[in-house]
């Protein structure tokens, strides 16, 4: 079945480092993938996402890449801030139902330190 | 404010006793998801919605629980007789279907502890 398999955290870095969090996937068909943040006391909201291989999402900073032939969507950002530190959440949807029914993965916890 | 609500946002109960969680869409929004989250792990689907119509259901919404959406409006998920393994953040989300960019709108979560 679908599924997402996330990079496994805590994850401390110092401000202005580079991250990379990674993300791989297993669907059957051509799913759009999706990168979820959820800040401290916030609901998760949607940070960027990508719907067909080679696309690229960005957001805020931070950008992946779908690449199909290595079934992965590794989010990455060249200079974290300390307003980064939050759990980070990739996600992919069934092609067969659209986004009505999103598959995340475990979460990675990102902490910035100034 | 004008994103999604849920209610209560902790409930403590007892094992066996029933409990309701109560879920405010985005107003313009038909489609309405649940979506339960264990410590350590991330959401997974419970229900959808289409307006009142109720489209899809996990596997892991066993008999006891029971999620409605009346009026097309506000949603309820309840979970009757509770077990300690439902202790758990029940996430509840919003789109426009016209729109289906995927992007879910959540709300802050109502963590239930089963005692």
């Known amino acids: 079945g679908d599924s997402v398999t996330q990079m496994e955290g805590p994850v401390t870095l110092s401000e202005e480092a580079f991250l990379t969090i990674n993300c791989t996937y297993t669907?059957?068909?051509?799913?759009?993938l999706f990168w979820y943040v959820q800040y401290p006391g916030e609901g998760l909201q949607l940070l960027l996402k990508?719907?067909?291989?080679?696309d690229k999402g960005s957001n805020k900073g931070f950008e992946a890449t779908y690449r199909k032939e290595t079934t992965s969507f590794h989010l990455e950002k060249g200079s974290v801030q300390v307003s980064d530190s939050a759990v980070y959440f990739c996600?992919?949807?069934?092609?067969?139902?659209?986004?009505?029914?999103?598959?995340f993965g475990t979460g990675t916890r990102l902490t910035v330190i100034p | 404010d004008t994103g999604v609500s849920q209610n209560p946002r902790h409930k403590i109960t007892k094992r066996g006793q029933n409990v309701t969680f109560r879920c405010d869409p985005i107003?313009?929004?038909?489609?309405l998801y649940w979506y339960r989250q264990t410590l350590g792990q991330g959401p997974e689907f419970l229900t959808y919605?289409?307006?009142?119509?109720?489209?899809?259901k996990s596997r892991l919404l066993s008999d006891r629980f029971s999620a409605e959406r009346p009026k097309g409006s506000f949603s309820t998920l309840e979970i009757q007789r509770t077990e300690q393994g439902d202790s758990a953040m029940y996430l509840c989300?919003?789109?426009?279907?016209?729109?289906?960019?995927?992007?879910?709108?959540f709300g802050e979560g109502s963590r239930l502890t089963v005692l």
């Open positions: 669907a059957t068909g051509y799913p759009s």
């Open positions: 107003s313009e929004h038909n489609r």
């Open positions: 989300a919003s789109s426009l279907e016209a729109r289906n960019t995927g992007e879910l709108f």
């Open positions: 996600a992919l949807s069934d092609p067969k139902t659209g986004a009505n029914n999103l598959f």
């Open positions: 919605f289409q307006n009142e119509a109720q489209l899809e």
């Open positions: 990508a719907t067909k291989a080679d």
